[in-house]
């Protein structure tokens, strides 16, 4: 008589190639990519005012007088920047997390463009304002492409699960 194993299992693998299409691939990597190319902008600017508070500061027409306005600068101009950009790097390695990191910094990129433009409406134009708007909205596409594509990812995945079975029913060690 043959044994039969009914076995079941809460975890689900990557699905095969075959349920993965061009697009999603194409996503997966552009958003690594553009997760990466982020952090590393926000490590350089973060290193650079970590490392010359005092001339990073000045060069933005902003004077720093003492102790405590240095210090403040290091961490609001430097140590915040380099935690945002070392969390995102954290979300590259694993699909699960890439989810996670994209909305860190499409949320993070949209606030800082529009509190720049509100700048530019309240304070009035500046030759630097005007200059890093365009890149940071440019970012903002970029980061709302990559939103498209990692949620576009999930729903795949989600898709994909319903067409797996739950259960594998084995005969004597192979599967029926």
Same mark, same amino acid.
């Given at each position: 008589?043959?044994? /039969? ?17 061009? $697009?999603?691939? /194409?996503?997966?990597? %552009?958003?690594?990519? %553009? ?5 590393? $902008? ?9 490392? %010359?508070? !005092? ?6 027409? !902003? #004077? ?18 380099? +935690?945002? @950009? ?20 499409? !949320?993070? !990129? ?13 304070? @009035?134009?500046?030759e630097f304002n005007l200059r890093v708007l365009k890149p940071e909205l440019f970012i903002v596409v970029l980061s709302?492409? +990559?939103? %498209?594509? &990692?949620?576009?990812? #999930?729903?795949? $995945?989600?898709?994909? &699960? ?15």
């Open positions: 008589m043959a044994k /039969i194993k009914m076995t079941m299992s809460n975890k689900s693998p990557e699905p095969s190639p075959k349920h993965i299409d061009r $697009l999603t691939n /194409i996503g997966v990597w %552009f958003t690594r990519a %553009f997760l990466a190319g982020t952090s590393v $902008l926000m490590t350089l600017i973060s290193l650079r005012y970590i490392s %010359f508070p !005092i001339e990073s500061a000045k060069e933005m027409g !902003i #004077q720093l007088t003492n102790t405590n306005a240095i210090t403040v600068a290091r961490v609001a101009m430097g140590g915040f920047p380099l +935690g945002v @950009g070392l969390s995102v790097f954290s979300t590259l390695f694993s699909k699960k997390r890439m989810l996670g990191g994209i909305i860190t910094m499409s !949320i993070m !990129i949209t606030v800082l463009a529009a509190v720049r433009i509100t700048g530019l409406v309240i304070d @009035g134009e500046s709302l492409i +990559g939103l %498209f594509f &990692e949620l576009r990812r #999930q729903r795949t $995945l989600a898709s994909n &699960e319903h067409e797996k079975p739950i259960a594998s029913v084995t005969r004597a060690g192979s599967v029926l």
